[in-house]
Every structure is written in C-alpha cells, then in structure tokens.
C-alpha cells in the first residue's frame, strides 16, 4: 500500500490543469451501454474510480481503449447484465449502471456498492425511481436483481434531491416508452453534464440544473466525441492548498461558476480570487481569517466533498468556525488525524468545532476515506516539518497525479511504496 511523505511549509507558486469531473465521466460511462454508438470521452483523469468502471464495463461486454487522456468505449458487443460483488464492492457508482443495464437487457444483477465509508448511503431512491419505471426488485444474497418486460415512463418524486438516484432514474428514462418526470431533482452541474451528453447521442432530455427533469423516451441511440465538465472539486482542493500553504495558484480549464460557493467562503477568509474565463487565480499571503459559519448542502450550496478539505483550512485560520456536515452522517472521520497534527476540533454530532491554531505540525496520519485524505495532505503541506499520509489509496480514487501535480506547483510531495 503506498503512502505520501510530505515536508511541509513550501508556498505554493504556479499553474493547474483540472481533470474532468470524477462525478461526470462515471454517470457518463454509465451511459455508454445504452448505446451502440462509439463514444469517446476527453481528458479523463487516470483515477481507479475510472478504471474500475472501466473494467466493469469490461466485463459487461464493452470494449474501452485509453489513448492518452482520451477514453473510446464501443459498447455494441456489451452481452451480460451482471456486475459481479468483487468489481461493484470497489465502486460505488456501479450503481449507477443499473438504470442503463436494465434498459438494455431488460434484466440487471448487480452487488450491492461499494465507495467510500462515509456513511449509510443507502440507494433505496434510485431502486423507489426503477419501480415507478416498471422495474421489478428483489434482493438476493447480496445481490439487487432488476427484471422488467418493458420500461414506461412516468412522474417520480425523488423524498431528497439524490445525485445517483436522478442520473440512475435519467439513464433508465432515456430509452423508455413515453415520457418521464422527475421532481425534486439534484441540480448538480454533473446532472447538467449528463444531460448534455445523452442529447449529444440523440436522447431528448430537458430540465437538468432545475428541480424538475423531463426525458422522453427515443427509440435509438448514436455515439459521440465528448468533452466533461471540469472538476470542481479537485479544482476547489487547489485552491484551498494555495490558501492554507500560501503562494499564487492559478488554475486551467476550470469553471467558477459551479464553485462559487467556496470561492465566497475564500474571499471571506482573506484570499485574492482572480476569475478570467476559464481561469482561476488565488493570492494567499497572509494567515487567513476564520469564517464563522459553513455548511453543506446540495448544490448550489457548499459541496460535502469539499468540507474536510475546508475545515483543515479552518484549523489554521485566525478565529474560530463551525462546519456543519448535513449530508454524509460519518465524514468527520479524518478529524481525529488532523488532531494529530495539532488541530483544535471537535466534533459533536453534524457539527466540527474549530479554534484556529498557528500551524500544523508534521504527523503519521491514516486516509480514511477519499477527500478526508485529500484534507490530509493539505494539512501535511502547510504543516512545519515531515509527515507521511497512509493508505493513499482512497485518494488515488478521485485525484489524478495528484503529487505531480502537487509538485509542480512546488509542494516537497512523493509517493512511497511500502
Ligand atoms: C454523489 C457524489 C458524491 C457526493 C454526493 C453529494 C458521485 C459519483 N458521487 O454521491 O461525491 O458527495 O453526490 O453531493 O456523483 N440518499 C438516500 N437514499 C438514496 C440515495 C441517497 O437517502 O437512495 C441520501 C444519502 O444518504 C445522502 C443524500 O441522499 O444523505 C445525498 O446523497 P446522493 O446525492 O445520492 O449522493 P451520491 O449520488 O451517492
């Protein structure tokens, strides 16, 4: 298993080129198997999130190619509609797959998913939004078994707005008799991303980035050459690096508008932010002042997957902050590490308590889960002296050459294999 050793205390100084989105390519690759059409995805990170549903693809029958960044998926030959426990265990978005596998075989055997533990993530909506669609349920050793002679559309009222239950309901929808409503929908801008994508290759999707999404089923499907949406997570981690490391970062290929929550909560801290199309500067030069209050919400509020990174950033701020949690009822778990390292928090049920110290010190820390160790890391770059980040590998889940890229911008990073 590899670790990260990290000497902290470097100011962070140059440019980024952001990822596709994580949370987009793996809906997007979801989609692929309702096609017989060749589709090409561009600049997708090399994460094992993407490669295990890669091979999960794989093992349905498709056939995917890397050439590059560049991933070409042919899934006219995808012939079993079984997603094996050892494969979906691995990946929590494998769920997502059951929408576009049952329209496509009309039958879908999937285990129950995997990801990271960070809490109950239970999956009931998107099986809630299939049996509206038509789709008989039943669970076995394990396994979620999804049969249905037909799918015919209808209005689905999601209990929250569900990321994975929308795209999944969405993918099923897409090739359905009539028309499909779905009400109380995610706004995410992957959803918005999914929904381009499927028009891309003939789908007739509208409503995505609202609460409401209409799909009226077509017949057929082509292919197409696709590029993602940017990262807004691994772009927002960049910045929250520059801000508690210090220096001037600016990030490529990224959009502002679908993180303008936490470049809000930023410019409050104290942080110069730069916006020029598809560019992003920050200027941190200073310790930076706490803000009072932050809480995660689904978009356009701030994003669960940027709390922990944005609470190491509280822990070293002037002030005091509290950091509800109102998605995830376990992802507080790095907090103990970064006590560690000398941060003052603590946690009482949703909520981090933070008084900010001078600086972290250098630490042995465990990644529990994918962005609590990304938190981890930041700490250990801003931290005084040398600290070693165990387990990466729930970080090489969601960040691409994530010390490369770190190292460019002058962070003293390296990966270690043990
Ligand atoms: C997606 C993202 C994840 C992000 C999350 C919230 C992907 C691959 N993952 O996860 O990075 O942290 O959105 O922005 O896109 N819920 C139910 N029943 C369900 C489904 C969800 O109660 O059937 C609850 C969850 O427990 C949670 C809330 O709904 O409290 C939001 O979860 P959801 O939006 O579904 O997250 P994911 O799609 O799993």
């Known amino acids: 298993m590899d670790k990260y050793v990290i000497n902290g205390g470097s100011k962070l100084y140059g440019s980024v080129t952001v990822q596709a989105a994580k949370n987009s390519v793996l809906p997007l690759l979801a989609a692929t198997v309702l096609t017989d059409g060749e589709v090409t995805l561009r600049n997708v990170p090399g994460i094992t999130d993407v490669k295990n549903m890669v091979k999960i693809l794989t093992r349905l029958g498709c056939k995917a190619v890397f050439s590059g960044n560049d991933l070409i998926i042919d899934s006219s030959t995808a012939d079993c509609f079984e997603i094996p426990s050892e494969l979906a265990h691995e990946l929590r978005s494998s769920v997502f797959l059951l929408g576009s596998v049952i329209s496509r075989f009309r039958t879908a055997k999937i285990a129950y998913p995997g990801g990271c533990d960070i809490g109950l993530r239970p999956v009931d909506l998107h099986l809630t939004g299939l049996k509206k669609l038509g789709v008989e349920i039943t669970e076995e050793n394990g396994y979620i078994i999804c049969r249905c002679d037909s799918l015919r559309g209808d209005e689905i009222m999601l209990d929250c707005p569900s990321v994975g239950a929308t795209e999944n309901i969405m993918l099923a929808a897409v090739k359905a008799e009539g028309v499909t409503i779905i009400k109380n929908a995610a706004r995410e801008p ?3 991303d999914l929904q381009r994508f499927l028009n891309k290759i003939g789908a007739n999707v509208k409503g995505a980035g609202s609460g409401t999404i209409v799909v009226r089923g077509v017949k057929q499907l082509g292919g197409c050459d696709y590029i993602p949406i940017p990262d807004r997570i691994e772009a927002g981690t960049f910045l ?16 502002a508008e679908n993180i303008s929550s936490l470049l809000h909560k930023l410019r409050e ?3 110069k932010i730069r916006i020029n199309d598809d560019k992003i500067e ?3 030069h200073r310790r930076l002042t706490s803000v009072k209050s932050i809480e995660t919400q689904p978009y356009p509020g701030f994003p669960t997957d940027l709390q922990a990174q944005i609470t190491a950033l509280c822990c070293i701020c002037r002030g005091q902050s509290i950091v509800t949690e109102n998605l995830f009822e376990t992802r507080f778990k790095y907090v103990p590490e970064l006590r560690k390292m000398g941060a003052d928090v603590t946690v009482i049920n949703r909520n981090a308590f933070v008084r900010g110290v001078e600086k972290f010190k250098g630490a042995t820390v465990v990644a529990h889960d994918l962005r609590g160790g990304a938190a981890l890391v930041l700490a250990a ?13 729930h970080i090489d889940r969601g960040y691409g050459s994530f010390e490369y890229k770190l190292r460019g911008l002058g962070g003293d990073i390296v990966r270690v294999s043990v």
């Open 190 to 192: 992957e959803i918005e």
């Open 240 to 255: 929250i690096a520059a801000a508690m490391c210090g220096g001037e970062v600016e990030l490529r290929q990224a959009n």
């Open 269 to 271: 801290n104290g942080c």
């Open 282 to 284: 920050l200027e941190s």
């Open 381 to 393: 770059l801003a931290a005084d002296g040398r600290s070693e980040i165990l387990d990466i590998s």
